[in-house]
């Protein structure tokens, strides 16, 4: 029986992206630090901060959603 030395590639989506996606606080990045559970009103985490820059109401919108 022969086996197959080469690893096996999984289809499971990335937990993560590398960088930032402008106008999107949800995005866990790679580089940034693990994120802490969110609770309404607590301060955003790096991550939305950099998202949501130069963008008015963006961190508003993370911070104290509509729910």
């Given at each position: 029986?022969?086996?197959?030395?080469?690893?096996?590639?999984?289809?499971?989506?990335?937990?993560?992206?590398?960088?930032?996606?402008?106008?999107?606080?949800?995005?866990v990045?790679?580089?940034?630090p693990?994120?802490?559970?969110?609770?309404?009103?607590?301060?955003?985490?790096?991550?939305?901060?950099?998202?949501?820059?130069?963008?008015?109401?963006c961190?508003?919108w993370?911070?104290?959603p509509?729910?």
């Amino acid at each position: 029986m022969v086996q197959d030395a080469a690893p096996r590639a999984s289809a499971q989506p990335r937990p993560c992206v590398n960088g930032v996606i402008p106008w999107n606080p949800y995005v866990v990045n790679c580089n940034l630090p693990p994120r802490q559970p969110r609770v309404r009103g607590a301060a955003p985490d790096a991550g939305a901060i950099i998202a949501c820059r130069n963008h008015p109401g963006c961190l508003a919108w993370y911070v104290n959603p509509p729910y």
